[in-house]
């Protein structure tokens, strides 16, 4: 039986009738763009992330972009962030003029490496960006208190994360401000590329709220510079459909998630072979990715060969830290100064975590692991 890594159909399908509702609506309203279908979506995203502004943005990169922009990020500024992340994390902070600056990430939690992104800090430094990288909050307490030490920024890249909570507090409520996205992977996923960018911040949601209209304030005056990041009316409204299921969307991963590791624990030498995800204390984690580690030379990509032979489906997040793309070459960051990224770019491997997996599906990826272990490979 084939196991797609990911299926958005069958979600869609159960909530059809409400999601054709919400098109027929703005069909009829004849208002795409802005208007109080995103007005609507944002209040509710609002009260879900009990955060005191949410805007909806064009997409996941456009919030990051314009998160950058509102907390005046540019040329000769510092930004650090992880390396082992999307590459989204990073490309904006370029695309800004300023320069990234990549720190390492834990082999635990995936997630940003507090100590290490505090020996990277300098006098240009202005801000840090850590990513709740798979559903699971970076440690946000100790990066907080790093970024109130030396006077930096906190924009919580919370792209693969909504919903995902620290000590009972949403992400995206807990740095200066946060970038969402609405992919259709994404927990939340959108019908196309939607976001939404989130700040405690009244000043900064309202300069936010002008760059995404070109900066400009009345109409058509210009004292910045912004861009076009605005959501659509439709996007909002099938989202706002969406919203009100999201919880119960990340209780399916995680129940998902808890037999995955039930089946795996048992695993003869499990923990040199293969390791396990797992939740930190403190942290709702809302599974995004059920992301294993495959230490030693090649066995990542046997298993991910072995499991496409049976026709189910994984994915390589991400087999490239950035540090090591083309495009970042010129700034000189090597695989000996940030090791646990490397690392974790050759043994990452997500498999199937879907809400709407079936048992038999789910039966079918842990017989085919627990045969590639159990063949001694
Ligand atoms: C998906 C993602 C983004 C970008 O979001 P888009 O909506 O695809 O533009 C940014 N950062 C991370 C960590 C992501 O996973």
């Excluded at 997040?317 to 495009?327: D, E, G, I, S, T």
Aim: hydrophobic content about 45%; proline content about 5%.
């Amino acid at each position: 039986m084939a196991v797609p890594l990911f299926d958005i159909k069958p979600q869609n399908q159960a909530l059809a009738e409400d999601l054709q509702a919400a098109f027929t609506r703005v069909l009829a309203s004849g208002q795409f763009i802005l208007g109080p279908e995103v007005q609507n979506f944002e209040r509710q995203c609002a009260e879900y992330l009990q955060v005191r502004h949410a805007l909806g943005i064009s997409s996941g990169t456009d919030a990051i972009l314009l998160a950058l922009m509102a907390l005046g990020i540019g040329p000769g500024d510092e930004v650090i962030c992880p390396s082992f992340t999307f590459f989204a994390t990073a490309g904006c902070v370029a695309r800004t003029g300023a320069t990234p600056v990549f720190c390492d990430v834990r082999a635990d939690t995936f997630n940003l490496d507090v100590a290490d992104a505090a020996r990277r800090i300098t006098p240009r430094t202005k801000a840090i960006m850590p990513v709740h990288l798979y559903g699971q909050a970076a440690d946000m307490a100790a990066v907080n208190e790093l970024a109130c030490r030396h006077g930096l920024k906190v924009i919580e890249d919370a792209a693969q994360a909504v919903g995902a909570t620290q000590g009972g507090q949403h992400i995206g409520s807990l740095g200066h401000c946060g970038a969402f996205s609405f992919f259709p992977t994404k927990n939340l996923g959108a019908f196309g590329d939607a976001g939404l960018f989130t700040t405690n911040d009244d000043a900064l949601a309202e300069h936010a709220r002008l760059l995404r209209m070109h900066g400009a304030y009345p109409k058509y005056y210009h004292r910045w510079i912004g861009g076009n990041f605005r959501l659509d009316a439709v996007h909002a409204a099938l989202l706002a459909v969406k919203l009100p299921h999201l919880d119960g969307f990340a209780r399916r991963r995680a129940a998902n998630a808890a037999r995955y590791t039930e089946y795996f624990a048992k695993l003869p030498s499990i923990g040199a072979r293969l390791i396990l995800p797992a939740a930190q204390p403190g942290n709702g984690h809302t599974w995004n990715q059920y992301t294993v580690r495959v230490p030693g030379a090649g066995r990542r990509d046997a298993l991910r060969d072995w499991l496409a032979a049976r026709q189910i489906g994984t994915e390589i997040y991400y087999p490239v830290p950035l540090h090591a793309q083309a495009c970042f070459a010129a700034l000189g960051q090597t695989d000996a100064d940030l090791p646990v990224s490397a690392r974790l770019a050759s043994e990452a491997l997500s498999i199937p975590i879907f809400p709407e997996l079936t048992t038999t599906q789910q039966d079918e990826v842990i017989g085919a692991v627990t045969e590639f272990i159990g063949a001694g490979r």
